[in-house]
């Protein structure tokens, strides 16, 4: 079937709706498809209910922010749900979700102080957020910071032409802007809680932690290598193929399967699409064909 199960919604930091990304998802002919919003499983009744409508298959998903100080990985991992039960991945999220919130409000909150002249309020960022849909609460979205940078530009506060990558460097790694900070649970922790909801957890875009770059992963081996140790030792269950902007996505992804095969691991299939106008429309870009998860 082909697949891409690496989809973002507006219920995290997507553009679009969960039932609009399903049904773009059928007008470009995929066939199996999986919502992995960030920290949050909110958008995944809406997006099955179109997706099956629309004769697509689909698994629940969620993209979990986590971290391993050991090897010094600051990113995510994916957890697929093909029960269709993920109760105590839930129950984790939800203490999450509720810390990205304080984090924007906070953030808020200090953008009243800088910018003075501007009518800035965190009221003013999620009516922003919920277009159309004035009747979700707060609780409804994963907030991230790309939250404040959408609703900065939309409204004026900062420049049409500042990048995401710029207004982070300057308003948010400064501390000038940045929340609360929060922990963020472990990698082994993510993977306990997923595996006990019978989930299964995929390492995704390995090529982002060796700047997407097949020659800096040649020089750099046994950090790749001792890397998917790690998570294998944790009982990771799959690595994704996926699309980098370099021009290295079949290398990278050759490489991919090679060490997948040594591991026993499964491969999966995502462009990581953050909808239309998000810089990351990739819908089109990748798939794969997959039989099963």
């Not at 609780?139 to 420049?159: C, R």
Request: one cysteine or more.
């Amino acid at each position: 079937m082909k697949a891409n199960l690496h989809l973002h919604s507006r219920i995290s930091d997507g553009t679009e709706w969960p039932a609009e990304v399903a049904l773009r998802a059928y007008r470009t002919g995929l066939e199996w498809v999986a919502l992995t919003d960030h920290d949050t499983l909110g958008g995944v009744d809406e997006f099955q209910r179109a997706a099956l409508k629309l004769g697509l298959k689909t698994t629940a998903a969620v993209e979990i922010d986590c971290t391993a100080p050991e090897i010094g990985y600051r990113s995510e991992l994916l957890a697929y749900f093909p029960q269709g039960h993920y109760e105590h991945t839930k129950a984790l999220l939800r203490e999450v979700t509720k810390r990205r919130l304080e984090y924007v409000r906070s953030s808020i909150r200090k953008a009243q102080c800088h910018f003075v002249k501007s009518q800035v309020s965190f009221e003013n960022l999620l009516n922003h957020k919920r277009q159309g849909r004035p009747e979700l609460p707060p609780e409804a979205f994963s907030f991230n910071k790309i939250d404040m940078f959408l609703y900065f530009k939309a409204h004026g506060i900062i420049a049409q032409d500042v990048s995401y990558r710029a207004f982070k460097k300057a308003y948010l790694d400064t501390g000038l802007l940045s929340g609360l900070p929060y922990e963020k649970p472990s990698c082994a922790d993510v993977i306990r809680m997923v595996h006990a909801d019978g989930g299964l957890v995929v390492l995704p875009h390995i090529g982002h932690e060796f700047e997407d770059s097949i020659q800096y992963i040649k020089a750099n081996q046994k950090v790749w290598k001792s890397t998917l140790d790690y998570f294998s030792s944790l009982g990771l269950d799959g690595i994704e193929l996926y699309w980098y902007r370099n021009g290295d996505t079949e290398a990278i992804n050759r490489l991919v399967v090679s060490e997948a095969e040594k591991r026993h691991l499964r491969i999966t299939y995502g462009s990581d699409c953050h909808g239309p106008g998000s810089g990351k429309e990739t819908m089109e870009l990748f798939w794969g064909e997959l039989k099963e998860l």
